[in-house]
């Protein structure tokens, strides 16, 4: 428990770091991206309360970095591009519960202008999750 009150207290340079590293492909095997939406998914549950002011940052850079694992035609494996959307949709799913259904609220314009199959496919679960 003590790991979560540490947390907060540097909740934002945690966020910087999340940011930056979402921001970045670190090559095929993405580990530092997987380890962070890792590191991302505790930091909301540690967290809890103090996440929903942080949508405005996270929820763009999750999202972004959704379109950027679906549109790379890089080396990334198939299996390690379904990790990574697998687990920003996760991110948002702990947002989703954690702002009252805000991102669900966030995400309906996203939903209906985004063309991409895989990307609103992960934005439907966030929206069917309870």
Known sequence: HRLGILMVRHL???ERVILGYLEVSD???EEARLGILETLQCTIEHAWPRM???LAVLLPALLKMMW???TEH???PEPVKAALLQGAT???ILLDRCSQGQVKVLLEGVYSSCEENR???CIRKVQEST
């Open 90 to 92: 996760e991110c948002l």
């Open 52 to 54: 929903p002011c942080r």
């Open 12 to 14: 934002k340079r945690l």
């Open 27 to 29: 090559g095929p095997e």
């Open 119 to 121: 990307v609103r496919e």
């Open 68 to 70: 950027d694992v679906h």
């Open 74 to 76: 890089g080396p990334t």
